[in-house]
């Protein structure tokens, strides 16, 4: 397995493969890998040839306040479990290397990024746009793969691939959970014993409102504020907690019957963030 944090050997390398007419998937990470990556990689792996995990905690996506000093880094642990997978390439690039001292230029999103985690963390999907966009262009992987746990991100970096011209195909992995339904997170790591208890209670809230709305259910909202009030007296507060056009990412107030919606949360237990969602169906 190569690892290096050099661009020019990480794109060498992988121009040599595709030379050799060798398929190169991406899956990126900033590291702390859990099973939700791993089951990535594996998936990944069934497509491609190569793949390629790269491992950058990226400080772009981090507001003021944020967690970006105190983001877990385990990166020898994270080369075993890659090794383990077979794993072709991990790129672990510098800050310094990945953005100049005195950058001039940024990208701007419009629409997709005023609800759901966009809506409370100013500047995070940019910043996210703009590492993702950096490594498709060092990387140019055929295949790049992302979490659903992050939908919103998912539907933004495919927006981003079609009016950039990016000439990768995308694929939205399944959410991996904990026997207890919570949604694994390298996050996870931050939440105390007692806390650990109490977070599979926000993907119960979600499974709930899954199952009503399965049965008939077109107009949740009073559904979306029982949750809510359970969750706030389990000690969580609410960021989000709602349903969402899976395109726009716009809130939406009652459902058509037959069309996807987002069911999508995001709050805190203590200190700890946590986001999760399902993809619903709305009963015909």
């Avoid at 090794?83 to 999103?109: E, G, Q, W």
């Avoid at 997709?112 to 993702?132: K, Q, T, Y």
């Avoid at 995308?170 to 339904?181: C, F, K, T, Y």
Wanted: net charge neutral; hydrophobic share 40%; aromatic share 8%.
């Amino acid at each position: 397995m190569l690892v290096t944090g050099s661009i020019d050997e990480i794109r060498s390398t992988v121009r040599l493969w595709k030379r050799e007419r060798l398929t190169v998937g991406l899956v990126p990470t900033m590291g702390a890998l859990h099973e939700g990556h791993l089951h990535l990689i594996r998936q990944l792996r069934e497509e491609v040839d190569r793949v390629v995990v790269s491992i950058f905690v990226n400080p772009t996506q981090f507001g003021p306040g944020e967690d970006y000093t105190s983001y877990p880094r385990t990166l020898d642990d994270d080369l075993k479990k890659c090794r383990k997978l077979r794993t072709a390439a991990v790129f672990h690039p510098d800050s310094s290397d990945m953005y100049p001292a005195d950058p001039r230029l940024s990208i701007d999103i419009r629409d997709l990024n005023e609800h759901l985690c966009g809506a409370s963390r100013p500047g995070f999907f940019e910043g996210v746009v703009l590492i993702v966009n950096k490594l498709f262009n060092i990387v140019e992987p055929d295949l790049a793969i992302f979490g659903q746990k992050d939908f919103q991100q998912y539907q933004i970096i495919s927006r981003m691939v079609r009016e950039f011209n990016h000439p990768v195909r995308l694929r939205m992995g399944e959410i991996v959970r904990a026997n207890d339904g919570l949604a694994l997170s390298s996050r996870n790591s931050y939440l105390s014993n007692q806390e650990r208890l109490v977070a599979p209670s926000l993907y119960r809230s979600l499974r709930y409102i899954s199952l009503q709305i399965e049965q008939g259910v077109s107009d949740p909202a009073l559904l979306l504020e029982h949750q809510k009030r359970e969750l706030e007296g389990k000690g969580f507060k609410i960021d989000y907690f709602g349903i969402y056009s899976v395109d726009e990412l716009h809130p939406v107030d009652t459902m058509e019957p037959g069309r996807n919606y987002l069911l999508a949360a995001a709050v805190y237990l203590g200190k700890t963030r946590l986001i999760d969602n399902m993809i619903l169906s709305s009963k015909s």
